[in-house]
Structures are given as structure tokens and as C-alpha cells.
């Protein structure tokens, strides 16, 4: 996504992608990375067919938006009702704070705070042009390719399937004309549910804030009650 106010697309494309932007800014000693070890030995699952990552309707989850090499892991939320959600990072008295919805057959991303990004005054709501909902990005995330079971280690460990989907700018051809990366983002969704999302790493042109360009988010919780899908009031209409 090329500034803040496109980013987080795919998770803002793909969250909606994979969602939405580099300055080398102090900050306090790295969090930890989420780890992922592979399934082998006794623990690995029998054979199956794995099925690609699905975006519920209604869901509601709760974890950490992680960026490393700044040093930042602050609270985040990922809440979807009626087929619009909303992902919600850090808050007025962390060191970031965004949101990103798809509200109304509409893509939004709204940058409250950055570390060392001045947003004063403060920086717009940016509606992404065009028709988005969550069927298109359904839709994208069945192009997803599939890596393999996992397990990732923590609190809890989780039997996962990890996916790898993004988004390519230019020819369909390779070769034959300039192709670019826009978008990367490796999935990992409960192996017995793929609609029950616990990990995402996203990379890309959404992520030109970060001087490392990728961002984590994990989920602690993670289940299918409605959530709470809030468009700001800075935020324009969505398409009709």
C-alpha cells in the first residue's frame, strides 16, 4: 500500500489486505519474534487436503502487532460482522495506532501515530479507490500458495497450516515486460479450521514506514461471535 494513508491493503489487500508503508527511528529493545517450527516426528498430522485461508463474517480475536526492529509490540484487535471487519493496532498511549477497515464494500486505513512520521495535523482517512469486500479478498486468498503445517510455539502451541499469497505489478508475462512486488504476506490459519487466523507476517510497498518492511500480527484469541466494526467519523462514505 505507497504511503501510510494506502497502506495495510492485501492483509488491507490481503487484510484488506494483505493491509497497508522507511525511517530508522530509536526505540526500546526488540520484541520478540513469533516463532514457527516445522511439524515433524510423532506431532505431524496425517495426510489431508489443507484448505486456503478463509476471512469469516463474523469473528472476533485479540493479540500483538509486532514490529521488530523498532522495538514495538503493541496491543491489537481484528473484529468482522455482517462481512465488514476492522484490525486495530496500539492506541493513544502506545508508540503506533492504526486502523484498517473494509466497511461498506470499501477499503480504509487510518494512521493516528508513527514513530518519528509527524502526522500534524492530522493525517486523513484514506479510502482506497474502488469496490473491495470481503468476497474479493476471499477471492485472493484462494490464489494463496501453500507451504506447509507448522506448529507455532508459545503460550499455546498451535498446529497450523502456513500459505504464502501477494500481489505483482506489471506484465502477466515473466520476461517479457518490468514486474514488481507490491505485496507479500505468509498466512497461518488453524489446520482443522482455516477461518481461525493465529499468525500474519506482511511485507511490502504497505510497509514503507517500517525500515525493515515487514510487520507480525499474532492472535491470543481468536473465535466466530460477532464483533464491533466502527467506520471513524474522519473516515468519507463508503462506495455505494
Same mark, same amino acid.
Given at each position: 500500500m505507497a504511503s501510510r494513508r494506502t497502506r495495510r491493503t492485501l492483509v488491507s489487500a490481503v487484510a484488506g489486505g494483505?493491509? +497497508?508503508? &522507511?525511517?530508522?527511528?530509536?526505540?526500546? +529493545?526488540? +520484541?520478540p519474534l513469533p516463532r514457527a517450527a516445522q511439524a515433524d516426528g510423532d506431532v505431524a498430522p496425517g495426510p489431508r487436503d489443507p484448505r486456503p485461508p478463509l476471512l469469516p463474517a463474523d469473528f472476533q480475536g485479540t493479540g500483538r502487532y509486532v514490529v521488530r526492529d523498532l522495538g514495538i509490540d503493541v496491543p491489537f484487535?481484528?473484529? &468482522? /460482522? !455482517?462481512?465488514?471487519?476492522?484490525?486495530?493496532? &496500539?492506541?493513544p498511549d502506545h508508540p503506533i495506532w492504526f486502523t484498517n477497515l473494509i466497511y461498506g464494500n470499501t477499503l480504509y486505513t487510518l494512521t493516528y501515530k508513527w514513530p518519528?512520521?509527524?502526522?500534524?495535523p492530522p493525517r486523513a482517512c484514506s479510502k482506497v479507490p474502488g469496490f473491495f469486500n470481503r468476497q474479493i479478498f476471499n477471492d485472493k486468498l484462494k490464489t494463496a500458495r501453500f507451504v506447509g503445517p507448522e506448529i507455532l510455539q508459545g503460550d499455546h502451541d498451535r498446529r497450523v497450516d502456513h500459505w504464502r499469497v501477494g500481489v505483482v505489478g506489471g506484465s502477466t508475462v515473466p520476461g517479457e515486460f518490468f514486474r514488481f512486488p507490491l505485496a507479500l504476506g505468509d498466512i497461518y490459519? !488453524?489446520? /482443522? !479450521?482455516?477461518? /481461525?487466523?493465529?499468525?500474519v507476517l506482511q511485507f511490502g510497498l504497505q510497509n514503507l514506514f517500517d525500515p525493515e518492511l515487514d510487520e507480525w500480527f499474532t492472535m491470543d484469541?481468536? !473465535?466466530?461471535r460477532p464483533g464491533q466494526v466502527t467506520l471513524p467519523d474522519r473516515c468519507p462514505p463508503p462506495t455505494s
Amino acid at each position: 500500500m505507497a504511503s501510510r494513508r494506502t497502506r495495510r491493503t492485501l492483509v488491507s489487500a490481503v487484510a484488506g489486505g494483505l493491509f +497497508a508503508l &522507511g525511517v530508522v527511528a530509536p526505540g526500546p +529493545a526488540a +520484541a520478540p519474534l513469533p516463532r514457527a517450527a516445522q511439524a515433524d516426528g510423532d506431532v505431524a498430522p496425517g495426510p489431508r487436503d489443507p484448505r486456503p485461508p478463509l476471512l469469516p463474517a463474523d469473528f472476533q480475536g485479540t493479540g500483538r502487532y509486532v514490529v521488530r526492529d523498532l522495538g514495538i509490540d503493541v496491543p491489537f484487535s481484528w473484529q &468482522g /460482522r !455482517d462481512g465488514d471487519s476492522q484490525m486495530t493496532a &496500539g492506541g493513544p498511549d502506545h508508540p503506533i495506532w492504526f486502523t484498517n477497515l473494509i466497511y461498506g464494500n470499501t477499503l480504509y486505513t487510518l494512521t493516528y501515530k508513527w514513530p518519528n512520521i509527524p502526522l500534524f495535523p492530522p493525517r486523513a482517512c484514506s479510502k482506497v479507490p474502488g469496490f473491495f469486500n470481503r468476497q474479493i479478498f476471499n477471492d485472493k486468498l484462494k490464489t494463496a500458495r501453500f507451504v506447509g503445517p507448522e506448529i507455532l510455539q508459545g503460550d499455546h502451541d498451535r498446529r497450523v497450516d502456513h500459505w504464502r499469497v501477494g500481489v505483482v505489478g506489471g506484465s502477466t508475462v515473466p520476461g517479457e515486460f518490468f514486474r514488481f512486488p507490491l505485496a507479500l504476506g505468509d498466512i497461518y490459519v !488453524d489446520q /482443522r !479450521d482455516p477461518s /481461525r487466523w493465529w499468525q500474519v507476517l506482511q511485507f511490502g510497498l504497505q510497509n514503507l514506514f517500517d525500515p525493515e518492511l515487514d510487520e507480525w500480527f499474532t492472535m491470543d484469541t481468536f !473465535d466466530h461471535r460477532p464483533g464491533q466494526v466502527t467506520l471513524p467519523d474522519r473516515c468519507p462514505p463508503p462506495t455505494s
